[in-house]
């Protein structure tokens, strides 16, 4: 199972994320967790005096942003997400994205967005060897390209390469609310014509749009069904899933 933890969540992840975990491993999930950095990287970039341009969703990284990415994300919070697990006794084990070609990207657009990529391919079998020994791998969004050169991958798209690469029976998008409400109420399933329906009625609105968009992405890339889970509350308990299972075709579910 490949779980995607936003910056912007990862202070939030308390004991019911953490024993969720524990049960999912209980039952024989191998869980592969891939995360952001986007407030730290946007703090870091403020202090050097870089600004954050954005294109289409997409962090535009000159020479230098690519450098404060790779420096926030593999060192600074990749370690703490490793920290906090190995707080709750799991065995983490961190991942630059670049390290042992694990993830190969290809420039999307150098002139327009400079160092930014899209993954190529997966390097499975460092990941299922870290699996394999019992560690559980925490891997940093950066891309290798054939040059040589650093990439900044989106989280969100990584995690669902990887767990298309991996053939991952579920992919989570770990976010601070149960999961996608409409009228108030928690919607266990929905499928992607679904969602594009209630976007375009506001019934789906304000941040959880990007959520489900991210989860749209990967179920386009073959991935199904994805979970949007909270990280406060148990989304795993008595072999039961809380939150929201997305799918490209209804039967799925």
């Not at 308390?14 to 592969?32: A, H, I, R």
Request: glycine share 10%; with cysteine.
């Amino acid at each position: 199972m490949v779980i995607k933890c936003g910056g912007s969540v990862l202070e939030e992840l308390n004991d019911n994320f953490f024993n969720s975990l524990k049960e999912l491993m209980e039952d024989g999930f191998y869980p592969v967790i891939v995360h952001g950095g986007g407030p730290a990287i946007n703090y870091m970039l403020d202090l050097y005096g870089i600004p954050a341009v954005f294109k289409e969703g997409l962090r535009v990284t000159c020479e230098k942003t690519i450098g404060i990415v790779e420096m926030v994300l593999s060192g600074q919070t990749n370690r703490r997400l490793c920290s906090m697990l190995m707080k709750q006794d799991f065995n983490a084990l961190g991942i630059n994205g670049s390290d042992g070609l694990c993830l190969q990207a290809e420039y999307i657009d150098k002139q327009s967005l400079g160092y930014v990529g899209s993954i190529t391919q997966v390097n499975t079998d460092l990941i299922m060897l870290a699996l394999q020994n019992g560690y559980i791998p925490v891997i940093t969004p950066i891309g290798i390209a054939k040059d040589g050169s650093k990439l900044n991958i989106n989280g969100d798209y990584a995690a669902a390469s990887i767990a298309k690469a991996l053939k991952a029976e579920r992919c989570a998008f770990v976010t601070n609310v149960d999961g996608v409400q409409i009228d108030g109420k928690l919607v266990t399933e929905m499928t992607d014509s679904q969602i594009e329906s209630y976007i375009s009625d506001g019934s789906i609105y304000g941040g959880m749009v990007p959520k489900v968009k991210s989860a749209l992405t990967a179920t386009a890339a073959g991935v199904d069904p994805v979970m949007i889970i909270s990280g406060k509350k148990r989304f795993y308990k008595n072999n039961c899933w809380h939150g929201t299972a997305i799918a490209a075709k209804e039967e799925v579910f």
